[in-house]
């Protein structure tokens, strides 16, 4: 069963921002990126459980495989939320305390 798939506001500026990021620096890449981060969600909806616990919380860490970037999720019976994209050069820890609800 495929979960519905949320996105939470901060992810989707993190995601914009890396394609900002992107179209500025490596435009050739860009369409890279958006192919590697949709084949990601696609994957956390169909099986959100193969990525492991991150630090104990409730959070899952996907890594990304071709790019440095991580999506940061959390996962129950029907849905994925999806509260972060990091590129693996900031601090998830910052952004993400243990204690997300």
């Not at 969600?41 to 959070?59: C, Q, V, Y």
């Amino acid at each position: 069963m495929k979960r519905i798939l949320i996105v939470s506001s901060l992810a989707e500026q993190d995601l914009q921002r890396a394609v900002e990021w992107s179209q500025r620096h490596h435009p050739a890449g860009s369409e890279r990126f958006f192919s590697e981060v949709g084949a990601a969600l696609e994957m956390l909806r169909e099986t959100p459980l193969r990525w492991p616990l991150w630090h104990g919380a409730d959070i899952r860490r996907c890594v990304l495989p071709r790019l440095p970037y991580s999506v940061y999720y959390r996962v129950d019976e029907s849905s994925v939320f999806i509260e972060a994209v990091l590129h693996h050069r900031q601090d998830a820890t910052a952004r993400l305390p243990e204690d997300i609800p």
